[in-house]
């Protein structure tokens, strides 16, 4: 699959809502750098970063 047919993570405005729990997650330095600079850049939280990139894969998860 090419660069352009790569489907790609938008961040839109929505906010989630419902039921949640808590979980733990042992992550690199980097990608927790990562996810900080994503963060500060559209205006979310660390956590709503993470969720939405979760979502993401999980909807576009493919099991060989």
């Known amino acids: 699959m090419s660069e352009q047919e790569k489907p ?10 419902g039921d949640t729990s808590v979980i733990s997650a042992r992550l690199p330095k980097d990608m927790i750098a990562d996810l900080d ?24 998860l493919e099991v060989n």
């Open 8 to 17: 790609k993570l938008k961040i839109t405005p929505k906010a989630y809502t």
């Open 37 to 60: 600079k994503v963060a500060k850049m559209t205006g979310r939280t660390r956590n709503e970063i993470m969720l939405m990139c979760l979502e993401y894969a999980l909807k576009n």
